[in-house]
């Protein structure tokens, strides 16, 4: 069965420092989407993109976010200066068209800033 | 601001009882509602989806039923299994998914 993978699956980073967390989308899906779950949180939506081009961000995804999908398979989110905050569970998703369709999770990275 | 969320943080069932998690969504206008089961340390996990010209939709040992008029849906799990333990989410899906807090299914034998 074809499956989301993200790499890597814990990720320690200091303060200020840059993180690229990554994920191969299933194959043939179109829709791309980073969430981010807070522990004992709700999963909550970061950003979704789409013929290589952000469709949409949510207040979390501010100016120290970015996506880039640099080849046919990669799917990536870049955090410029991380913060304690940043903390979180990281789970990529992709789908195969976007509303009304069944979005397949990755196993999440697990990104502690210390 | 539209949301979706649950009614009960805990759920305790004994093994073999049948599970109901609810769920209440405030935007009328949602069509698609999606359950997803999450284990410790996982990604969420597709389990069944609904969309809103239904009222129920079964699956294997699970079912949801939908309720348009109170804007509630729930989950229903038949013979439940230690296996199910798991926190649960109901995902309004849109042009991305909003979940509710969850509900964390315990299952004592």
């Known amino acids: 069965e074809p499956e989301v993978t993200q790499t890597p699956s814990h990720q320690v980073t200091q303060m200020g420092q840059e993180v690229i967390l990554r994920c191969v989308p299933i194959s043939n899906h179109l829709y791309f989407y980073w969430y981010r779950q807070i522990l004992g949180q709700k999963v909550e939506f970061l950003v979704s993109?789409?013929?290589?081009?952000?469709?949409?961000k949510s207040e979390i995804f501010d100016d120290q976010f970015s996506v880039e999908r640099p080849d046919g398979s990669n799917f990536t989110l870049k955090i410029r200066s991380t913060k304690l905050e940043d903390s979180a569970m990281y789970f990529c998703?992709?789908?195969?068209?976007?509303?009304?369709?069944?979005?397949?999770f990755g196993q999440g990275t697990r990104l502690t800033v210390v | 601001g539209e949301s979706v969320g649950l009614h009960l943080p805990t759920l305790s069932v004994q093994e073999g009882d049948n599970s109901i998690i609810n769920c209440a969504y405030s935007?009328?206008?949602?069509?698609?509602f999606i359950w997803y089961k999450q284990e410790s340390g996982k990604g969420p996990q597709f389990i069944i989806d609904?969309?809103?010209?239904?009222d129920k939709r079964q699956g294997q040992r699970v079912t949801v039923l939908l309720n348009k008029t109170v804007k509630h849906l729930s989950l229903q799990i038949a013979a439940t299994q230690p296996g199910d333990s798991a926190v649960y989410f109901c995902?309004?899906?849109?042009?991305?998914?909003?979940f509710g807090t969850g509900t964390r299914l315990q299952v004592f034998p």
């Open positions: 995902a309004e899906n849109t042009d991305k998914l909003i």
């Open positions: 935007n009328s206008a949602s069509d698609y």
């Open positions: 993109f789409y013929n290589n081009e952000i469709s949409e």
């Open positions: 998703a992709s789908t195969r068209l976007t509303k009304n369709t069944e979005a397949f």
């Open positions: 609904i969309r809103s010209n239904m």
